[in-house]
């Protein structure tokens, strides 16, 4: 006998509606959710006991560090020229073009360093994390670590987890500094900036908080970026088509929880700066 909620006319009630859309989509996150902070305890429980294997942390570390340093430093040039392009033309338009190096690098620093590298991290890495412990979960390898007495959490969560919070700074000052140098080198080579301008109101203007909060951030979205990955690895869907589901929601949950980290931290980190050094600033 069916149990689901019948209409007046004995039907069964459509489940289509835009309040049960709505209910389940809210479910859905706050099952998301509670699954993401369990998953962040159980991590720190394991933190707290030990860290874990040096072999299998320093792998890790490689293939999440080393190997990315292409791929953030090409990214990071680029976006260092692609900003320059950009502000040339509205600066010399105020005869401010001599000044493009401050507005260049301010903002690589601040906002597009880090966050281009943590987007980075999270389509080369954070989708790779989740295919692979998605493979585990399918091919019941996860079953086997349990059943050997080991735990897969502190085995395969934790060493992904520090990797990623530990070298994710690193990746967004290299990130920074091939930023810089593109931008400096496309605006001095190409647009006729001179390059004695150039760094000086790129160093007038950057200050040691900027660089310091650039890089909190970045530590966020490191842990972010593992959270997640580690969370739709381990809640992998059956066969193949579950394992590129895992990777995909991994990168499009990272990328979008990655803008939301940006945007509470920026701001609370803009009005700590104003109540810190209040004042206005003098160009």
């Not at 059956?238 to 499009?252: I, K």
Request: glycine residues 12%; hydrophobic residues 50%.
């Amino acid at each position: 006998m069916a149990t689901g909620t019948l209409s007046t006319g004995g039907q069964p009630a459509p489940r289509d509606t835009p309040f049960h859309l709505i209910g389940s989509a809210t479910i859905r996150l706050l099952e998301g959710t509670g699954g993401l902070a369990l998953l962040l305890a159980s991590i720190a429980r394991r933190l707290l006991t030990g860290l874990p294997s040096r072999s299998v942390l320093l792998t890790q570390m490689f293939e999440i560090g080393v190997q990315s340093l292409p791929v953030v430093a090409v990214t990071g040039g680029f976006i260092g020229m692609v900003l320059a392009v950009q502000s040339y033309d509205t600066l010399r338009t105020m005869g401010f073009e001599n000044r493009i190096g401050s507005v260049v690098n301010v903002s690589l620093v601040k906002e597009l360093g880090p966050v281009l590298a943590a987007t980075m991290l999270a389509g080369r890495v954070g989708s790779r994390m989740a295919a692979e412990l998605g493979t585990m979960r399918v091919t019941e390898q996860i079953e086997a670590l349990r059943a050997l007495g080991a735990d897969p959490v502190c085995y395969l969560a934790v060493p992904r987890f520090l990797s990623c919070f530990l070298l994710i700074p690193l990746l967004t000052v290299v990130a920074d500094l091939v930023g810089m140098l593109g931008g400096w080198f496309f605006s001095t080579q190409v647009l006729g900036v001179n390059s004695v301008e150039y760094w000086r109101y790129t160093f007038s203007f950057i200050t040691g908080y900027d660089v310091l909060s650039g890089l909190f951030k970045s530590v966020w979205f490191g842990g972010a970026i593992a959270l997640v990955a580690c969370d739709r690895g381990f809640r992998c869907g059956a066969g193949a088509e579950g394992v590129g589901r895992a990777a995909t929601d991994s990168f499009v949950y990272s990328f979008v929880i990655i803008l939301l980290i940006d945007f509470v931290l920026g701001t609370f980190l803009s009005s700590l700066y104003y109540v810190l050094w209040p004042g206005p600033v003098s160009l």
